[in-house]
């Protein structure tokens, strides 16, 4: 579904730059969801952006056979002048038809569950209910393979167990990329897992596997 | 699955929606003070004239319909140039959805900006026609085929600016400062004819200058413009800059994206 093929990646600045990414090739099935894990500054969230298009390969090339969303829960793209309604709105207009657009928003004023804020001006939301309506948006588009950066790690409980439960309820009909640093939810919703170590990707069927490796190496060091 | 073209419309429609919006709802008023400056500018230039003793300004053309066909027009300009120059900045938000390509806030501010303007010029002109100054154009199409060309030229200098600023982060500045003489030496409020030949000749090079007076020469059917005008050096002018401004786009996108 997704092939990562010899794929490198840097950051120019202006003391030297170090490849972040050094020759990464792996191949996601169908079905299939995977958990990254690795230290800080190992790549990870390189890799997401990587995946997710917002950024490009310095060399390689990533090949996407299905529709990947944005990385869940991202709120960059809010417009803090307009409200919820308006932001969602924007987006499920850049995403297709008129007829789905209702049906976006009707989704995501469900999901994000935060009454009549909903119609006010995105600039007045507190942190928890900004993430709630980022988290909403993404859950409402359909797509095959959810990219996630420590995202269900937001709101309070309630709205956590909603979330967590949401991305449980996609598992068969969608997969996910998850970074995280929490054990619980990799192991609760990945099968398989990449091991991001000194800019190399490694791969694990099993996503235990993948822990065990990773701490395996913390302890060693 | 969506053809590029079909994106690239949803995504422009989207974004013109969003745009529109944020712009018109931005401040108390923010619509009326796009009728306000012009109006103002115009007013404080018939004080100065008042003061300098009512000296013949411009031949063929009276006072206030030449001033407001020169600061409107340089204000499509500038406001072209100025508003997609900051386009990519203020929408790199945006950038998280793939769909979203650097160009397109870009191209949506230059076209709305456009808009607005039009909209501007044209109650302006009705005010003053009703107030009985001679503002019909003498030669509407020609009018239309002008702004029409200075339209383009702020857009592809936009369109230049807002790409170039991923090699050269500070062009964003250089050309904010250029804009004040610019304003004065495009003949916008100040007439260029009293200018000694030499100088007049260096200002020549200038293609708003040449925007401008046309536009005049358009409107006046009796206006003596500046010795030298063509509308066909603003053409080139507009489209190359238009060329050279989506190449960079092109080039740089990904660039672009990433800052």
Same mark, same amino acid.
């Given at each position: 579904?997704?092939?990562?093929? %010899?794929?490198?990646?840097? &950051?120019?600045?202006?003391?030297?730059?170090?490849?972040?990414?050094? +020759?990464?090739?792996?191949?996601?099935?169908?079905?299939? !969801?995977?958990?990254? #894990?690795?230290?800080?500054?190992?790549?990870?969230?390189?890799?997401?952006?990587?995946?997710?298009?917002?950024?490009?390969?310095?060399?390689?090339?990533?090949?996407? %056979?299905?529709?990947?969303?944005?990385?869940?829960?991202?709120?960059?793209?809010?417009?803090?002048?307009?409200?919820?309604?308006?932001?969602?709105?924007?987006?499920?207009?850049?995403?297709?038809?008129?007829?789905?657009?209702?049906?976006?928003?009707?989704?995501?004023?469900?999901?994000? +569950?935060?009454?009549?804020?909903?119609?006010?001006? =995105?600039?007045? &939301?507190?942190?928890?209910?900004?993430?709630?309506?980022?988290?909403?948006?993404? *859950?409402?588009?359909?797509?095959?393979?959810?990219?996630?950066?420590?995202?269900?790690?937001? $709101?309070?409980? #309630?709205?956590?167990?909603?979330?967590?439960?949401?991305?449980?309820?996609?598992?068969?009909?969608?997969?996910?990329?998850?970074?995280?640093?929490?054990?619980?939810?990799?192991?609760?919703?990945?099968?398989?897992?990449?091991?991001?170590?000194? $800019?190399?990707?490694?791969?694990?069927?099993?996503?235990?596997?993948?822990?065990?490796?990773?701490?395996?190496?913390?302890?060693?060091? | 699955?969506?053809?590029?073209?079909?994106?690239?419309?949803?995504?422009?429609?989207?974004?013109?929606?969003?745009?529109?919006?944020?712009?018109?709802?931005?401040?108390?008023?923010?619509?009326?003070?796009?009728?306000?400056?012009?109006?103002? &500018?115009?007013?404080?230039?018939?004080?100065?004239?008042?003061?300098?003793?009512?000296?013949?300004?411009?031949?063929?053309?009276?006072?206030?319909?030449?001033?407001?066909?020169?600061?409107?027009?340089? %204000?499509?300009?500038?406001?072209?140039?100025?508003?997609?120059?900051?386009?990519?900045?203020?929408?790199?938000?945006?950038?998280?959805?793939?769909?979203?390509?650097?160009?397109?806030? =870009?191209?949506?501010?230059?076209? *709305?900006?456009?808009?607005?303007?039009? =909209?501007?010029?044209?109650? *302006?002109?009705?005010?003053?026609?009703?107030?009985?100054?001679?503002?019909?154009?003498?030669?509407?199409?020609?009018?239309?085929?002008?702004?029409?060309?200075?339209?383009?030229?702020?857009?592809?200098?936009?369109?230049?600016?807002?790409?170039?600023?991923?090699?050269?982060?500070?062009?964003?500045?250089?050309?904010?400062?250029?804009?004040?003489?610019?304003?004065?030496?495009?003949?916008?409020?100040?007439?260029?004819?009293?200018?000694?030949?030499?100088?007049?000749?260096? *200002?020549?090079? %200038?293609?708003?200058?040449?925007?401008?007076? !046309?536009?005049?020469?358009?409107?006046?059917?009796?206006?003596?413009?500046?010795?030298? =005008?063509?509308?066909?050096?603003?053409?080139?002018?507009?489209?190359?800059?238009?060329?050279?401004?989506?190449?960079?786009?092109?080039?740089?996108?990904?660039?672009?994206?990433?800052?």
């Amino acid at each position: 579904m997704i092939h990562v093929r %010899n794929v490198f990646k840097r &950051y120019r600045n202006h003391h030297g730059s170090d490849w972040v990414l050094r +020759d990464v090739s792996f191949s996601i099935p169908r079905g299939v !969801s995977v958990g990254l #894990v690795g230290r800080n500054g190992a790549g990870k969230s390189t890799l997401l952006r990587l995946i997710g298009g917002m950024d490009h390969p310095d060399r390689g090339e990533i090949i996407r %056979n299905c529709r990947v969303s944005w990385p869940i829960g991202l709120s960059g793209g809010f417009q803090g002048s307009m409200t919820g309604r308006q932001n969602v709105k924007f987006v499920a207009r850049i995403h297709g038809s008129g007829r789905s657009v209702d049906e976006v928003i009707r989704r995501v004023e469900e999901f994000a +569950d935060i009454g009549p804020a909903f119609d006010e001006p =995105v600039k007045t &939301y507190s942190s928890g209910m900004k993430s709630r309506l980022a988290f909403g948006l993404s *859950l409402a588009f359909d797509f095959d393979l959810y990219l996630s950066d420590e995202a269900t790690a937001v $709101g309070d409980k #309630v709205f956590r167990e909603k979330a967590t439960e949401a991305f449980k309820d996609r598992i068969g009909r969608a997969s996910l990329v998850i970074v995280s640093h929490s054990e619980g939810i990799l192991k609760d919703l990945c099968q398989a897992g990449i091991w991001l170590r000194k $800019g190399e990707a490694l791969w694990f069927d099993s996503i235990h596997d993948a822990i065990a490796a990773y701490h395996q190496s913390l302890k060693a060091s | 699955m969506r053809t590029s073209w079909q994106v690239t419309c949803s995504v422009w429609h989207a974004m013109f929606m969003r745009e529109a919006l944020a712009r018109i709802t931005a401040a108390r008023f923010a619509w009326m003070w796009m009728l306000v400056e012009p109006i103002a &500018y115009v007013v404080i230039m018939i004080g100065v004239r008042e003061v300098m003793g009512r000296v013949a300004f411009a031949s063929g053309a009276e006072f206030v319909p030449w001033l407001i066909t020169g600061i409107v027009s340089f %204000n499509l300009f500038r406001d072209g140039v100025s508003r997609s120059m900051n386009a990519v900045e203020a929408n790199r938000g945006l950038f998280a959805y793939r769909q979203v390509a650097p160009v397109d806030p =870009v191209l949506v501010r230059a076209f *709305l900006e456009g808009m607005l303007q039009t =909209v501007v010029f044209a109650i *302006l002109i009705a005010g003053c026609a009703l107030l009985g100054f001679q503002i019909i154009p003498a030669d509407p199409l020609g009018v239309m085929f002008v702004w029409l060309g200075i339209w383009l030229l702020g857009a592809g200098g936009g369109l230049v600016v807002s790409s170039s600023v991923a090699l050269v982060a500070e062009v964003g500045r250089v050309v904010r400062i250029i804009m004040l003489p610019l304003f004065m030496l495009s003949g916008a409020i100040v007439p260029l004819q009293m200018l000694p030949h030499g100088v007049q000749e260096a *200002l020549l090079y %200038n293609p708003v200058l040449h925007g401008i007076e !046309s536009i005049r020469l358009c409107f006046f059917s009796q206006y003596k413009s500046l010795y030298g =005008v063509n509308l066909l050096y603003l053409w080139f002018w507009a489209l190359a800059l238009a060329a050279l401004g989506l190449a960079l786009h092109v080039r740089y996108a990904d660039r672009l994206k990433a800052q």
